[in-house]
Every structure is written in C-alpha cells, then in structure tokens.
C-alpha cells in the first residue's frame, strides 16, 4: 500500500505587491450559534451576496494545522501519482459532464490556440462512489471526514443565512442539500502550474477563463497564491486576497436561479501571479455545492423578500424543468470573458 509521510504544508509566501483587491464582507462564523448572532450575520450575507456575489468566511471551526494537513493532502493525487494511474482515473466532462476524477492539463482551450495547465482531481462526497487511485486510498476516511466538515459547518449554516435573508424558514435551502441524498455535490483539488512567456503573451495572462460556478455555493480554502480575480459590478477585475485559515464563498448559477436573480452568480476568473510568486505551483482547495438532483430549480415564490423585490412577480412555475439541477451540473459553462 502507498504510504503518505505527512508534512506540514508550507505554501508560498503571500504577495509583497500592492494588488488592487476587492472589499469583501468577513463573517464570522463563530457568531451563527444562537437565533440573534444569525439574524445579524443574514443581514451581512445577504448584502454581500447581492452586491459582490463573494465573502470570506473565518472562525469556521476548522483549525489552521487541519487545513494544512488538507493542502497536504491535495496534492498527492497530483504529486503522488503517474501519469498512466492519472489517465486510468481520468473524468469524462465533456463527454458525461461527471465532475469526477481527474480533469488533465490541456483539456480547455483558453486563447490563440494555447490550453490551460491546470489538473484537477474530483471527489464525490460520497467517496467509494468511484476508484481513486492508490495513493489516494489511504486518505479517503479523512478526505470524507473534510467534506462532512464543509457540508454541514460551512455550507448548511451558510444555507441557513442565505434563507434568512429572504425571509424563508432557515432550513429551506438546506434541505435541498442532504449529505446523503443523490447529488453531485464534490470535493475538489487543483493545481495550476506556471506557464511559457508565450502562453502568458497570447492569453492576455489569462489562465481560466471569466465564468459563473454552476452550483449554488462555492467553498474556496483560502491560499497564498494570488491570481483568482472577481468582476465587480462596475465592470473591473478585482484580485481576492489571500486570508489565513479564512473561506472564500461565492454564488452559483443554481442559487441565483432559486433566488430569482436576488443573490447573484458573479463572474471570476484566474490570471497569472504577481511577479513574486510567478515561480510558485497554486494547490487549490474547493467544496463545490449542488442541490441534491431532484431538485427544480425555481425561486422561491413564496419569499416576502422576493415579493417586495419584483412585485410584479417570481411566478416559480413552469421556468425550469425537473431535475435541472442535475442536468445544469453536466455542462461545461465556460462564457468567453
Ligand atoms: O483557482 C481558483 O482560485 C478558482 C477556480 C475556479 O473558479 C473554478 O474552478 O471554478
Ligand atoms: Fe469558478
């Protein structure tokens, strides 16, 4: 069996460069344990999510070394395995949409003829759903154990405030997110690797292009490498910064269509590091949030907030089909931005 000699993970030191960062909102997490801490953070939420569509999230339980030993972890099926096991455990997106297993280098054309290089590895919650590669294997109790973590510490009390704030009982986008019910709900690892002047020069330094998440949340761990970018409603690139031990959240497609539009999905994207890190691999770490598959993806008519919002009316009928969730979650949503 593969062995796996834990390291502290020491990534790269945070940018010195002055970068042009967008003001996000800091919720605190801790505050959501009694009916009046929530209350106020909903407020907080909600005005995020429909002015910059991203937050961070701190205090949300997970310790700093816990989140490293995850980072560790996030790069072995990278690191730790061939690229003959890799193409064995390959993902099928385009062909099947399945967000699972590995997405290879070069597999998205960015610009001018050059592809990306970045790999993800993709995890369903439910982690015997598929093989994973050997060194994965020794790691799969506590990768199921994070994913656990995020759904129900960070993704149900985040569902919770997001309720709230269109005055809906707390638990109604929750329970469209059960940890065990059919979804596509995921754990993912990426890594990107620096790129050839060329490439940079005929991709405008674009790595990922613009797009929306299609999910309804992001869970993004926050790490030093500076390069996500967000567009900000008066039409500027705006770079999100690196927060220690903090979450970075941000909306999908899917709650912006069970929000009628009211939290809305905005478009980020992924461009080279400042020249300091330029040398630097970016290990990611995300939990990507779906509803569970039979869920229809309508607005919530019954929200006195959407109400007042459009009262002329979010009908919530016949707007979406049965089980768009599931289908929504199989194409590849990349717009050209
Ligand atoms: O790497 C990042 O910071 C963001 C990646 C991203 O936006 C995505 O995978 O959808
Ligand atoms: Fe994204």
Not at 75 to 104: I, L, T
């Amino acid at each position: 069996m593969a062995s796996f000699a834990p390291h502290i993970y020491h990534g790269p030191q945070v940018t010195k460069e002055d970068l042009d960062y967008a003001d996000l909102a800091v919720i605190d997490l801790s505050k959501a344990c009694d009916v009046q801490g929530r209350a106020e953070l909903a407020l907080q939420v909600s005005e995020a999510m429909r002015t910059h569509g991203f937050l961070y999230v701190v205090n949300h339980g997970y310790t700093t070394t816990q989140t490293e030993r995850m980072f560790d972890i996030a790069d072995v099926p990278f690191s730790g395995v061939d690229p003959e096991e890799k193409h064995v455990y390959a993902g099928r997106m385009k062909e099947a949409g399945s967000y699972q297993g590995y997405k290879p280098r070069q597999y998205w054309h960015i610009d001018n003829g050059v592809r990306d290089q970045l790999e993800h590895y993709n995890i369903n919650r439910d982690v015997t759903k598929r093989q994973h590669p050997e060194a994965v294997r020794p790691l799969l109790g506590e990768i199921e154990a994070f994913a656990r973590h995020t759904h129900f510490n960070v993704l149900h009390p985040i569902l919770r405030l997001l309720a709230l704030g269109l005055e809906l009982p707390e638990d109604a986008l929750v329970n469209f997110h059960g940890f065990s019910a059919v979804g596509e709900t995921y754990v993912r690892f990426m890594k990107y690797y620096p790129r050839s002047q060329d490439d940079e020069v005929k991709t405008n330094n674009v790595w990922l292009k613009g797009h929306t998440d299609f999910g309804t949340i992001t869970v993004l761990y926050s790490q030093p490498v500076a390069a996500l970018q967000i567009l900000t409603r008066d039409g500027k690139w705006k770079w999100i910064k690196h927060i220690e031990n903090a979450l970075v959240i941000n909306v999908g497609d899917a709650l912006e269509f069970l929000s009628g539009g009211y939290y809305k999905a905005t478009i980020h994207r992924v461009v080279q590091p400042p020249s300091d890190q330029q040398n630097c691999t970016r290990l990611g770490l995300f939990y990507f949030c779906m509803t569970d598959d039979d869920v229809k993806l309508v607005p919530f008519a019954e929200s006195p907030v959407l109400k007042r919002w459009r009262p002329l009316g979010v009908s919530g009928e016949g707007e979406e089909p049965a089980g768009l969730a599931a289908r929504w979650g199989k194409a590849e949503k990349r717009p050209n931005v």
